[in-house]
Nanobody
């Protein structure tokens, strides 16, 4: 089970820290990702991190502003979001996959958490 939290309302230029807590499985061996969804649009890959934490991947739209990290001892994955823009407004989801397939493809992920809303006001 994955539980995302930390969303909220923030002004443009501000920061938000999202957390994804994993339970029920040994998620420390899973690759983890964050996606976001806005109404009427396809879900968008945001960031991913390998199970060791050694490799990270970002969408071009967030590179340099967002940082993904994990603490396997706590079964926790974090997405630090800085320099937020109104275009970052979305519901953010964390997801887990055990394979080495493409990071940005939703059907590669086997487990999904519920979303957390992030709203960036201009």
């Amino acid at each position: 089970q994955l539980q995302a939290s930390g969303g909220g309302l923030v002004q443009a230029g501000g920061s938000v820290r999202l957390s994804c807590a994993a339970s029920g499985r040994t998620f420390s061996i899973y690759n983890m990702g964050w996606f976001r969804q806005t109404p009427g649009k396809e879900g968008e890959f945001v960031a991913g991190i390998s199970w060791t934490g050694e490799s990270t991947y970002y969408a071009d739209s967030v590179k340099g502003r967002f940082t993904i990290s994990r603490d396997n001892a706590k079964n926790m994955v974090t997405l630090q979001m800085n320099s937020l823009k109104p275009d970052d407004t979305a519901v953010y989801y964390c997801a887990a996959k055990s394979n080495s397939g493409p990071w940005n493809v939703r059907n590669q992920y086997e487990y999904w958490g519920q979303g957390t809303q992030v709203t960036v006001s201009s």
